[in-house]
């Protein structure tokens, strides 16, 4: 290989690069393209960059801000008539920049920083105490009042408008039993950001399951699955997360693992690409993909037996970007909604375009992020449904803030919430 802007270590492949035929079907599905226009910010611009890397080109900053720009929201893939791999093209390529390129002092501390906390369950727990007493004392009302928040830097103040409400957290126990004869052993992943800003998600998801007839066991002291990692390239520390919970989920000795947040469910479901090289996890890593489920995947596999009372609601589901287009899961959550009684589901315009949320994009690139993201809650604002139903924790920070910030506040819901409340016959 020529020296440009990859190293040897698994670089973007020239034989998966030569199956895109520049056709342009993805570039109506690329949130960026869709933005900006722009060929290089399109998935066949992108990979044109790779192609033009491998045949002796620079790692140029303008290279890289191409891929920095990428979303990652594998929307090109469904769309591509010629099955191009782009999702592992992105990956392979962010990796080689994580390690090639020499980012300035400054994004390279705000990288750090994003990733010493959010990939860490114990140290975003350590936010919940303060987080609520900036909520509750009103302080966060009064820096909006003031415009105070508005001097901040743009990731800060992003950050403190996708701060959800913080609820009460109440710990799982480590196993729950099913209800009624036993139909599974599962295990679940109670994950990072979903334990620490969304408790009542993990709780919903294992009073569901049990009473669908799933034993569910919740290893203790799990570790971040290392989406997040995985996603920026940032390739050793994602493989360290993902030995540590395949270590975890063996020792548990379950059927299936439980995902309930699309992000983590499509990261785990790469972990054998992830580990290919690793002879003591290749084998391993095959095996816990195979037994990688969806919640929803799975509680269709089983098939209901728990009743479901009436919900008298309109809602809006919305596609999790790393749900229906990377793990192909659109039926499923849908199918189970559609079951609940007196519950009526409505379709979002442009349903496939990212809401700009895409792990830790809105974090690094707030402006096009907000842009996304504003975009999408217009779209669900225009279905007149009372609520937003959606099965990643980062796209309900993303949609409600959006709404907040138009003056439109929106009641958004994860799909096992609404399951849950069915099921226990509660309102919403």
């Known amino acids: 290989m020529s020296a440009g802007a990859f190293d040897a270590h698994h670089p973007p492949q020239p034989e998966l690069i030569k199956d895109c035929v520049h056709c342009g079907f993805c570039l109506p599905s690329c949130p960026t393209y869709v933005l900006w226009g722009e060929e ?30 990428c979303l990652g929201c594998m929307a090109c893939v469904p769309a591509c008539p010629s099955g191009v791999q782009y999702g592992t093209l992105i990956a392979e390529t962010r990796a080689q920049v994580h390690r090639r390129y020499p980012r300035s002092r400054r994004d390279r501390l705000l990288r750090e920083a994003i990733f010493w906390l959010f990939p860490y369950p114990k140290r975003l727990r350590a936010l919940r105490g303060p987080l609520a007493l900036y909520q509750r004392s009103g302080l966060d009302r009064l820096l909006r009042r003031t ?15 996708l701060t959800p409400t913080v609820t009460r957290r109440h710990p799982l126990p480590e196993r729950v039993p ?5 139909r599974a052993v599962v295990g679940m992943l109670t994950g990072c950001v979903q334990d620490a800003l969304f408790p009542e998600v993990n709780a919903a998801t294992a009073r569901v399951l049990a009473a669908e007839g799933c034993d569910v066991v919740i290893p203790p002291g799990q570790g971040c699955c290392g989406a997040l990692s995985q996603h920026m390239g940032r390739e050793e520390e994602a493989i360290s997360f993902a030995r540590a919970l395949i270590q975890r989920f063996e020792a548990a000795k379950v059927d299936h693992v439980v995902v309930n947040a699309a992000g983590c469910g499509s990261a785990m479901k790469e972990y054998a690409h992830l580990l290919r090289d690793d002879p003591d996890y290749a084998e391993r890593a095959q095996s816990f993909v195979e037994r990688t489920r969806d919640v929803s995947e799975l509680l269709v596999e089983l098939g209901p037996v728990a009743a479901r009372h009436p919900l008298d609601v309109t809602i809006a589901y919305h596609d999790a970007c790393h749900l229906g287009h990377a793990q192909g899961v659109r039926s499923q959550p849908r199918a189970l909604l559609r079951a609940i009684p007196g519950l009526r589901l409505t ?12 792990g830790v994009y809105n974090l690094l690139n707030p402006e096009p992020a907000t ?9 669900v604002l225009a279905t007149g449904a009372s609520l937003l139903v959606t099965a990643n924790p980062g796209c309900l ?21 609404v399951l849950d409340a069915s099921i226990r016959g509660v309102p919403l």
């Open 40 to 69: 290089m910010d399109s998935p066949r611009g992108r990979i044109h960059l790779m192609k033009s890397g491998l045949e002796g080109e620079p790692l140029s900053a303008s290279m890289v801000g191409h891929f920095d720009a």
């Open 347 to 358: 379709e979002i315009a442009e349903a496939d375009l990212c809401c700009g949320s895409a």
């Open 147 to 161: 415009g105070l928040l508005d001097r901040l830097p743009p990731t800060l103040r992003v950050m403190e408008s």
């Open 178 to 182: 099913a209800s009624g004869q036993r």
């Open 397 to 417: 920070m993303q949609i409600a803030a959006s709404a907040r910030r138009m003056g439109k506040p929106l009641a958004l819901a994860h799909t096992v919430t």
């Open 371 to 379: 842009e996304l993201g504003d975009r999408k809650a217009r779209n």
